[in-house]
């Protein structure tokens, strides 16, 4: 017959194991909490830099006392990023305190297993006294009537022993939890109070936004005429630009579809279709044409900035940049037409099937026929001495002669 105690027997059936499954899942909960965390952070981190950058803009057009189209596109821009570093701000609170909710859970829950193993250890504590009470553990095991009740009672030491360790373990590593959410939830206090100021301090600054363009807005009414006449002026030259582009990508189509002919006689690979498939799996990781800029013109349709029944369609995006800033090829390519319109010189680069346009250059530093590599500087952006703007205009076209929305392509900084 087996010597086993009840007492210790009953301890036994706790199954530690238990504890140490809920504590890894925790921590998994804990982890991926802190992954969103991580997340927000970095949203906000990108989402500052961009007012940053807005603000240093608009301080190098405001030299111009009057209010300009640029002025109020980069104030909306910069108005936008801010709602959006609020929104953020909010979400951060709210992951904070959905955090602080369930660590305030996994306490609670800690401490009814810390309070069962404070008693499943005094009771192994009592067991112990017993024992010794009636004899001490040598004199226990010489007593035994024959070599395996020795053995029997050897092992039943040895599992009192191994019980007491075990329970001593549970109990430290469970107040080593608690002490753990304690103090991540009085550091997750104290992040929201910081994160709460801040938002503070961003709304102050966009209702100084929001006035700042209405002001500009007002002022800018009463040049309607004007603005409108400048509207038309910029259309026609989109629209001289746009058939000029679509005949080139034709003609360059054309010769494509022949030296694709030309590889499949030959039996090889056509140098344009696989240029155009590594173009087309970078879709959102080109990197950005200028170092640094903010998009101040959204591709297709939008209401114009200060003349609410006027529509304008943009072929691609114009990106707000620093004064003396260059543009950069987005991707490995052949430069295919190079146009110059004073100041508004423009480029063409072939990659493959697809093709980028970069425009409002007031110098070029590349030719027709030239080969370019992925963010290789094409050209110096103009900067109008009038309002101090500097704007590159950026446009992705397909084979069918269509435009693609480039926000969609380019990564951010």
Known sequence: MKFRNPETQKLRSSKPQKFWILLFLLILAISANCQSVESLEKKIKSIQKDIKLAEKLLKETSKN?????????????????????????????????KEIQKNKNGITAAKKDLALFQQEYANLLVIAYRNKGKTNNLLFIFSSEDFNQAMRRMRYLQELNDLV?????????TQDKINRQLNKNEANKREIEKVLAKEKEEKASLMKDRDKLNKDIASLKKKESQIQKD????????KKLKKEIEKIIAEEIRKAKEREELAKKNNTNSVDYNLSNSFAQNKGKLPYPVEQGIITGRYGLTPHPTQPKVTVNNNGVDISTTRGAKARSVFEGEVCFVTSQGNNNAILIRHGLYFTLYSNLEKVFVKTGDKVATGQEIGRIHTNVSDGKTILHFEIWQENRTTVNPALWIKKN
């Open 231 to 238: 509207i038309k002026n910029k259309e026609n030259e989109t």
């Open 65 to 97: 006392k009057e209010a300009t189209i640029n002025q109020v596109s980069l104030l909306q821009t910069q108005i936008n990023q801010r709602e959006a570093l609020i929104k953020t701000y909010q979400s951060q609170v709210n992951t904070l305190n």
């Open 165 to 173: 360790k075990v329970k001593i373990e549970e109990i430290k590593a």
